[in-house]
């Protein structure tokens, strides 16, 4: 329920929301990035729940006010439990005329719409390219929202004139100006971006004090001009008790590995080439030399993985990280591993393609080629993450597996999840699962020679750390002899050892988690079926459909090779299936063809995460049609 | 086996493999693989130590031959796959064998990456000048003009020059030996084996079946001496059947003069190993015999420099973060800076 706020004869109308979403457009260099997430942070601090979704351009600096230069960070967070940075803005902080241009239409009838003036001069409009002559914030463009039109750069200069910064270092503060105005308006506390600022500028004193000072005369702004007459007011959201941190996607893979390698006792060894979206996963791991891990940032992608190999060979947990257009590049080594039967795990964060596609966007199409995308019968355990949380999880099992059955795992995760952020209700060291790694220093077969191929009840072969004294072999690419790894171009011992490989990927499904109805019930009259970064909106519009009445479920796939053992049977029990997906139906080809199950296909293929709407609505339909 | 070989006194025979050597008859690669399981008895390193990793090729399937620990691993890519293990146990006495093609074309550029960074890994380059796995296309040490049967008009192509690219490529360790010659190639092998980084060694090979005699110019005995200039640290630049002729530095311009008619071996070029630029000119001779006059071709140790291994920069900057920050808990790298409690 609303209230009224009386302040020296003002009177302030305050709101009361379950869930508030935030758009902040402008500049690359106008520090968007960072001005988002001082907010999301804040709002974490405050024990709401959220998620993000940072988005920018593929240029590092496109031309300054242009729409192809802008650069956005999306908040959603609230009192309840938030699965989606949002589909559509309460609020948007445009800083200039183009982060209006490309994202007003996403803003909701009645929302508020912030801007900087200053940028909306003739050159700015120009940049923009709105027409000749048009005037958007007086021209009745904005009649439906209602809009607080303040000179931020104006006011930035005034408040920083005695500081004795130039006028670059003054205009590079608007940010925390605005920053500090939303903190008032959304009643919020500056100590966190106070203490942050404090860290990061503690050496440049008046850069500092600049900042802190910009930051509180945009509160105060808010706080003592009479126009502001609305202020929100979120409560803190009912999450499961515990100690959190916010996450993004990378980070969370990045710990995920660490973890599972110091779990298992090996040495984490990274081979990597930069690539967006999946280069922090590098930038994170390196920066833990003290911990003993082992990046090398490589010639090329093949080298990455490459070297990922020769570590592993050698006895550390080899990982490569890269993105679609280096994962096509890596084949031909995924091959070598899954021959070669040692531990590997290949990250994709996935982006939109084909070719350099949209670097920056995206996209859950490289699913067919985790699975296929190999020359000859190469199966690979293939698992996907859901949410920035769930990439720890996800990353910790692709380590599990690669270890524990000698094989090389592919993690799918994709842009929308790496770089998104949601607090994350992190496990103690000590309650990960244990990791069984087992290096074997004595022979096989007392009395001959040392059988490198022969198998476990797993049928996973047994791991020698070179260095092992007489234990000496040769592994390679050519076929192997079934037992004594030697080369064999025998035909029938091709189709066995063929149909040994795929029964060691199949056997994996015996440790993992059964697929479950994570909401509605089981044999309700609609299955949505999904994986990977569409897990948030599938959940949210389920949610709703169930508490509009409609018998609703949502199954959602963590683990896409080997699939769970159950899942065939799950998806029968329903009347109807339908799949969304950020491709052109691949799952929904594989479920097809391994089932028979009648799985309808939801496509979207537009660099952007499907929206809570569009979603329902189509499930809707499905639902309803004959 | 038992663990106590590692002690015993090994002998060639205790690192040949118990599979078939496959190579066609009279290849080059028996030679090399004669000396190389010769010397290693000699080496103070024990057999599980060692690895051989290759790439792809005739010269590549060497590990299989080897009774040592050993990865066959892709096209081009042993570089890459050699990187990771010596990252990971700088214990590891790694080899790596490779071919003119597996290094200089679909490996080019791991082999320059490998040299910059001096992985100590000792990098055998089987130089045959011929693809013959995929039976007999060029490759980019062919002679240019070279017919196969992919160039049936002759190829196009200039050839690389392998020890020139590798001196360009920062190796810290260039040589050029010859199938044909044991003792040499010994020597070689020896001295590659005791240098710490990237010791790269270029092995005329003949394919007897592709690209049969490219090299008898400088291996059969009516040529040889007249034909290659054997380098050593320290002494003058001589070659011919009876040590006549000799070379001098006209500036930067290698001159043959004729030790018998009246030159004087002190106003020879004195070959140092340590000096980068006269590497370079020496590497640089690479005259086609074919051609009047030309100079001979060099062999030997061309360079050599002392330079720290990519792996213990790698080891002691760990060192260094960790005496300086310590290594971080795991509760801590999971809960990181900044956490707050729902209660």
């Known amino acids: 329920m609303d209230t009224i706020e009386k302040k020296a004869g003002r009177q302030i109308e305050v709101k009361h929301a379950e869930n508030v979403v935030i758009r902040f457009s402008g500049d690359s260099g106008d520090g968007m990035q960072l001005t988002g997430t001082q907010f999301t942070d804040t709002s974490a601090f405050f024990g709401q729940d959220l998620s993000t979704f940072p988005e920018f351009p593929a240029e590092i600096r496109a031309p300054a006010g242009t729409v192809a230069g802008v650069s956005g960070f999306q908040v959603n ?18 800083m200039n005329s183009a982060g209006l241009k490309s994202d007003l239409h996403k803003v909701k009838k009645g929302g508020i719409i912030l801007v900087n003036t200053a940028g909306f001069d003739k ?6 390219k709105y027409p000749e002559g048009a005037d958007p914030l007086n021209d009745g463009t904005l009649s439906d929202y209602t809009v607080y039109k303040i000179d931020v750069t104006k006011l930035v200069k005034e408040a920083l004139k005695d500081t004795g910064l130039g006028m670059k270092e003054i205009e590079r503060s608007k940010n925390m100006f605005v920053l500090g105005f939303l903190f008032w308006m959304f009643d919020k506390s500056m100590d966190y971006t106070i203490g942050f600022i404090t860290e990061k500028f503690g050496k440049k004193k008046e850069i500092m004090d600049a900042n802190i000072k910009a930051l509180k005369s945009g509160y105060n702004y808010g706080d003592t001009t009479e126009i502001f007459t609305t202020r929100w007011k979120i409560d803190s959201a009912k999450m499961a008790p515990g100690v959190y941190r916010q996450i993004t996607g990378n980070h969370a893979t990045s710990i995920g590995l660490i973890c599972a390698a110091e779990k298992a006792g090996l040495e984490l060894f990274l081979g990597s080439y930069p690539i967006t979206p999946a280069s922090d996963i590098l930038h994170e791991l390196s920066k833990y030399r003290a911990n003993g891990v082992k990046t090398f940032q490589a010639e090329d992608e093949i080298a990455a993985i490459c070297s990922a190999i020769g570590a592993s060979y050698a006895g550390a947990l080899g990982v490569t990280t890269s993105s679609g257009p280096g994962i096509a590049l890596k084949g031909e080594a995924m091959g070598l591993a899954v021959i070669t039967e040692i531990p590997l795990v290949v990250i994709n964060v996935q982006r939109g393609g084909p070719s350099t596609g949209l670097p920056t966007k995206t996209e859950q199409a490289d699913l067919m080629q985790a699975i296929y995308g190999r020359h000859g019968e190469a199966p690979m355990p293939v698992i996907a993450a859901s949410s920035p949380a769930d990439c720890f999880r996800a990353a910790y099992e692709a380590c599990r597996i690669a270890i524990e059955h000698m094989t090389p795992v592919m993690l799918l995760t994709d842009g929308y999840i790496a770089n998104g952020s949601e607090p994350w209700k992190f496990p103690s060291a000590a309650d990960l699962k244990p990791i069984k790694s087992v290096f074997i220093t004595e022979t096989n ?8 191929y022969r198998r476990d009840e ?6 020698v750390k070179p260095g092992t004294p007489g234990l000496e072999h040769r592994i390679g690419g050519l076929e192997k002899q079934d037992e004594t790894g030697n080369v064999s171009y025998d035909s029938a011992n091709h189709e066995k050892m063929v149909h040994l490989r795929q029964a060691k990927i199949d056997k994996i499904a015996d440790s993992i988690p059964l697929a479950t109805v994570e909401s509605g019930k089981e044999k309700a009259k609609i299955c949505v079926l999904g994986w990977g970064s569409t897990e948030g909106a599938i959940k949210t519009s389920v949610l709703d459909l169930i508490a509009e009445g409609h018998d609703v479920a949502h199954v959602h796939l963590r683990y896409l090779n080997p699939m769970p053992k159950n899942l065939g049977e799950l998806l029968k029990g329903f009347d109807k299936v339908i799949i969304p997906e950020m ?14 199950v009648p799985a309808e296909s939801y496509t979207k293929v537009q660099g952007l995460p499907f929206a809570v709407d569009e979603l329902k609505t189509r499930i809707l339909q499905t639902l309803n049609s004959k | 086996m038992s663990a106590d070989t590692t002690t015993a006194k090994l002998t060639a025979k205790d690192f040949s493999s118990d599979q078939d050597v496959k190579w066609c008859p009279g290849c080059g690669d028996y030679a090399i693989l004669a000396q190389v399981q010769r010397i290693f008895p000699e080496f103070d390193v024990k057999k599980e130590d060692v690895v051989f990793v290759s790439g792809i090729g005739c010269s590549s399937r060497f590990t299989y031959y080897m009774d040592t620990y050993g990865m066959h691993s892709i096209h081009g890519r042993a570089a890459a796959v050699v990187s990771g293990i010596r990252a990971t146990n700088p214990n ?11 290094s200089l074309s679909i490996g080019g550029n791991h082999f320059i990456h490998l040299l910059r960074r001096n992985f100590n890994v000792k990098y055998l380059m089987f130089n045959n000048q011929i693809y013959g796995l995929t039976k007999g296309q060029y490759s980019p040490a062919s002679e240019k003009g070279k017919n196969t049967k992919s160039t049936p008009f002759g190829s196009l192509d200039e050839p690389f020059n392998p020890a020139e690219l590798a001196l360009g490529a920062k190796g810290t360790f260039v040589a050029r030996t010859l199938d044909r010659d044991a003792k040499h190639q010994q020597a070689i092998l020896k001295r590659a084996h005791e240098h710490k980084g990237t010791a790269f060694v270029e092995i005329y090979q003949n394919c007897p079946v592709f690209n049969d005699g490219a090299f008898f110019t400088y291996t059969e005995k009516e040529t040889k001496m007249e034909e290659c200039l054997f380098v050593e640290h320290g002494k003058p630049l001589v070659f011919g059947a009876n040590s006549d002729k000799g070379i001098k530095l006209d500036g930067l311009k290698p001159v043959i003069v004729d030790l018998a008619g009246g030159a004087s071996v002190n106003d020879l070029w004195i070959h140092d190993e340590t000096d980068r630029m006269k590497a370079t000119l020496l590497a640089g001779l690479f005259d086609n015999p074919a051609m009047n006059p030309h100079n001979p071709r060099p062999f030997g140790v061309f360079y050599k420099e002392n330079r720290a291994t990519y792996e213990d920069d790698l080891i002691n900057q760990i060192n260094a973060v960790k005496a300086k920050k310590g290594s971080t808990p795991l509760d801590r790298i999971l809960s990181g800076d900044k956490t707050w409690t729902i209660a």
């Open chain 1, 77 to 94: 967070f609230g009192s309840k439990e938030i699965y989606t940075p949002g589909d559509e803005y309460d609020v948007l902080v445009a």
């Open chain 1, 458 to 463: 797993q049928l996973v072969r047994p791991r």
């Open chain 1, 583 to 596: 491709n052109l139906g691949q799952l929904a080809m594989i479920i097809r063809g391994k089932y028979l």
């Open chain 1, 445 to 452: 077969n007392p009395g001959g020679k040392f059988l490198p």
């Open chain 1, 123 to 128: 050159k700015n409009l120009n940049l923009a």
């Open chain 2, 92 to 102: 590891l006495d790694v080899w790596m064998i490779s071919g003119d093609g597996d």
